[in-house]
């Protein structure tokens, strides 16, 4: 590769971007809205207390997007269309239902996340959602969104800045390593939600569906695949480090002073170490950002994935009236979205960590279908699962499930585990 | 044709069919309709067996139904107790194995993507409509045509009542061509001919849409000149990936039989290696040409010409022109201008097709020519050559260096595709990183 710096910035921020693969791409946009509030969150009412979980989590969340990259390499199809191949109209129905519910709250956490910085900066969340939606829609309908998009993907790399944060906030390092280290546990609602929240924001069922259809999307075949799946391991081991950091600088910054995060003004706080009083400016700007990354990706991509898979036209090259069942089912994703942000009083903060929370709940039903679909040997051939990620994954399910039991048991009849 | 005495009769649903209770002539239980097998090899598939239990992997002969209706499917002949595998009874020459000539319908055909010719489109089953007929005496199950609609799938799931009043989206089964490998056993002979007919550009769009391994089968199942023209007419993205995906020998002889333009296009978006290579095993006259056409700015009328074009001296004849035109004309991309040239190939004049029909035969072309052309010189943009062919009607514009020499021509086809918003493929969110780059440009 010729030196960037010979190429002028323009070019280089091309170079650059046509580097990353999918499996970066989808790390990137891991970290949205909901992904941000949520480490927030974590790291605000349970101080260092989950960052034990980041490890075994970055194991998960390299098994399962790994699995859903090779399906794609090796079979060339999405994941929708093998589950329906596979298992027919009843189960491909179950699971869209699920992916539908899950996305939806991705999606209404997106515009929460576009209301709550848009707020930061004293403007109405009256008048920026609806205008957003507006400008994701349109830029949708009018086909010209991929160069904006990527703009946004690039902006992405802002949060890095909370390593540094994280730093200068000089938080406990010997808590930190101990927490890190030693896994603790608890039974209490607030520490399982958040728990369930926090594997459901890192590990998402959407994008099991979209880095597979990225991989197919970019022809890659199992002859290129070992550069994918490198690609993929550092998206998911940067995705779960730029997380780790933010949960640990708002343990040093918020859980040290007994803050806690109602909207996003305290969640900047985070910030306040590296930015000083333009912290909220930072903040702002990292969610705006992010929340409008996903939301012009998520209604989109979850459209295509119903319509493909229900054998129905779908897809931006075509036209409304060629494909008027992927179009109506976009615009009502948005303004869906949209809309429930708009009902007054609605808390920000929390539709951003219980949409997170959801996602860890209907987890286990795309996993149980992708572990069934990549053990059979007449889809995969020779490359199905090795043994130990059979265990890893089987394990992630069955955690999720337990976890989620667990809570529902707890919330219905408290101080059961007490 | 006995037409008349083909009458179709009682149309139902596989969907509906599935599950179906299966009994004996006594009556008794023998298992439930999991599945069918067919025989393609005419237009319309003919149901030759059927499957009565999950894991056994044996059929009865459709000749043993006696009766199909609502109520389940009676069998002709007497089972003593259920039938189990590996059960050796004197009822086995009943059960028979798949056939290497059929294929199983709900395992191999629903759910599945299929092309439909008719709407030279892939659609996905959502359900299979069968029907008995009857000519004569004998009396067929067959498949008439595929549910692609949205009725299909809520029959599936038994909910159709939701959609009573929405009119059913089927394809008649004679539109149906198959995608899966399975299909290759089949004797196709009567199929095969009509992916061929298919536009180029609608087998195109067929193309992009579907995975790699379907691709590779079907460029396969297509004849030579179909499938060249086919990729032509793709888009890049999917060009780059089918050359990339094929050994390089087979590579370089597609791309040595594509117009140089595409050629170039394609050969612009692979590392410069992997170019090299496929141009080290193309004809050295084609990989000139196509090399010629790398060298041009991406976005100017260079860039967007293609070198294969008609050119005659001033010195011949009419009626000698159109001798030599009748060879040339099956592969040139266009032959409605002649383009004129001296011995050093500066451009002298043009003779259109019209001039030269209405030219008295002797006449040479250098007296018939027209002198003022317009034409484009190699490094002006897109937008001018947009503007030349839209203020001077043409159908293709001749590209010439400083001292006028004929580099190449530019089709109205070509200028077109440039007019045209690129919508193509769902780029824009699943992998807006890769794709978004231009053809050719930034590769310095």
């Given amino acids: 590769m010729k030196a960037l710096w010979k190429i002028g910035p323009l070019r280089g921020l091309l170079l650059f971007l046509a580097i990353m693969g999918p499996g970066i791409i989808t790390a990137n946009v891991d970290n949205d809205a909901g992904g941000i509030a949520t480490y927030s969150v974590t790291g605000a009412t349970l101080g260092y207390k989950l960052l034990w979980v980041f490890i075994p989590m970055t194991l998960a969340l390299i098994v399962i997007q790994e699995m859903s990259a090779r399906m794609g390499a090796v079979t060339g199809k999405g994941l929708s269309d093998l589950i329906r191949e596979r298992f027919g109209v009843r189960v491909i129905l179950l699971v869209m239902v699920v992916l539908l519910m899950a996305n939806l709250g991705n999606t209404v956490s997106e515009f929460a996340g576009v209301a709550a910085s848009t707020e930061l900066l004293g403007i109405s969340k009256y008048i920026a959602v609806p205008v957003v939606a507006l400008i994701v829609w349109w830029m949708v309908i009018a086909g010209s969104h991929k160069n904006v998009e990527r703009a946004f993907l690039f902006a992405s790399a802002l949060y890095l800045l909370y390593i540094p944060s994280t730093f200068m906030a000089r938080p ?47 022809g890659i075949t199992v002859r290129e695949y070992k550069y994918t799946r490198l690609d993929v391991i550092l998206g998911c081991f940067m995705t779960c480090l730029i997380a780790a950091f933010i949960v640990t600088a708002s343990a040093a910054t918020l859980n040290a002073h007994d ?19 333009w912290a909220y400016l930072l903040f702002a700007f990292g969610l705006f950002n992010a929340s409008l990354l996903s939301a012009s990706i998520l209604p989109l991509s979850t459209a295509y994935y119903i319509c493909e898979a229900l054998g129905l036209e779908a897809g931006i090259d075509k036209r409304w009236n060629e494909a008027p069942v992927f179009y109506w089912m976009y615009t009502v994703f948005v303004a869906v979205g949209a809309g429930i942000i708009m009902i007054p009083g609605i808390p920000l903060f929390g539709v951003m960590l219980w949409s997170q929370v959801a996602n860890g709940v209907l987890l286990p039903f795309v996993l149980i279908f992708i572990l069934n679909l990549v053990n059979n040997k007449d889809i995969m051939g020779s490359y199905t699962n090795s043994r130990g990620f059979n265990a890893v994954s089987w394990a992630t399910t069955a955690i999720m499930i337990a976890l989620t039991l667990t ?12 | ?43 319309y598939p003919r149901v030759t067996g059927i499957k009565y239990a999950k894991d056994v992997q044996m059929l009865i002969g459709i000749d043993q139904i006696e009766r199909w209706d609502e109520s389940g499917i009676r069998l002709g002949v007497a089972f003593p107790g ?48 069968l029907a008995w007929i009857e000519s004569g005496t004998a009396r067929e199950l067959i498949l008439v045509a595929v549910d692609v609609g949205v009725r299909g799938l809520l029959r599936r799931i038994g909910a159709e009542a939701l959609v009573r009043g929405r009119a059913q989206n089927l394809v008649d ?9 399975r299909m290759e056993s089949l004797r196709l002979t009567l199929e095969r001919p009509s992916l061929n007919e298919l536009h180029p550009a609608d087998l195109a769009d067929i193309i992009e849409d579907l995975d790699s391994a ?9 004849d030579r000149q179909t499938a060249i023209e086919a990729l032509t007419e793709a888009d890049i993205d999917t060009q780059v990936e089918i050359i990339t995906g094929m050994d390089s020998a087979r590579a370089s002889k597609l791309l040595a039989e594509m117009p140089p333009d595409e050629a170039a296009d394609i050969l612009g978006e692979l590392p410069e290696e992997k170019s090299g290579e496929l141009l080290g095993l193309m004809d050295r006259e084609e990989a000139e040409d196509v090399r010629e056409l790398m060298e041009y700015e991406e976005n100017t009328a260079g860039a967007l010409m293609t070198n294969e074009f008609i050119a005659f001296p001033a010195d011949i004849t009419a009626e000698e022109c159109i001798d030599r035109l009748r060879e040339l004309a099956p592969s040139a991309e266009t032959v409605y201008y002649l383009y004129i040239v001296d011995h050093r190939e500066v451009l002298k004049g043009v003779v259109t097709l019209r001039d030269l029909i209405v030219a008295p035969p002797r006449a040479e072309l250098g007296a018939i020519m027209r002198t003022r052309i317009v034409s484009a010189r190699a490094g002006d943009n897109v937008k001018r050559v947009q503007e030349m062919v839209a203020k001077y009607d043409l159908l293709a514009l001749p590209v010439v260096d400083d001292q006028s020499v004929l580099l190449g021509i ?34 310095a």
């Fill in chain 2, 1 to 43: 044709m006995e037409k008349e005495k083909i009458r179709a009769q009682r149309e139902f649903f596989l969907s509906r069919a599935l599950g179906k209770p299966i009994y004996d002539r006594a009556g008794r239980s023998v298992g439930r309709l999991r599945d069918m097998a067919v025989r393609w090899d005419n237009h």
């Fill in chain 2, 173 to 181: 089964w004679k539109y149906i061509k198959p995608l899966e490998s």
């Fill in chain 1, 407 to 418: 809570l529902v048991a707890i919330t219905i009849f408290p101080g059961l585990l007490a």
């Fill in chain 2, 410 to 443: 530019i089709t109205v086809d070509d200028v077109m595709e440039t007019v045209l918003p690129d919508r193509s493929g769902l780029e824009s969110f699943t992998d807006f990183m890769t794709r978004g780059r231009s053809r050719r440009g930034w590769r």
């Fill in chain 1, 259 to 277: 803050i806690h995060i109602e909207t996003a003004r305290e969640a900047a706080l985070a910030f306040r170490p590296l930015a000083g009083r």
């Fill in chain 2, 214 to 222: 379907s691709r590779t089968r079907l460029l396969a199942g297509l």
């Fill in chain 1, 172 to 218: 406990d390092w010997s808590q930190v390593a101990g927490h890190l280290a030693m896994p603790s546990f608890s039974f209490e609602p607030v520490y399982l939600t958040i728990l369930i929240g926090l594997i459901g924001t890192t590990i998402a069922p959407w994008m099991q569906f979209y880095i597979q259809s990225a991989v197919v999307e970019k």
């Fill in chain 2, 82 to 129: 259920k039938l189990r595998p590996g059960s050796k009874g004197e009822q086995r020459p009943l059960l028979r194995p798949l056939s290497k000539e059929e294929i199983y319908v709900s395992k191999w055909l629903l759910d599945k993507q299929i092309i439909d010719t008719k709407g030279s489109k892939l659609v996905r089953v959502n359900d299979i409509m």
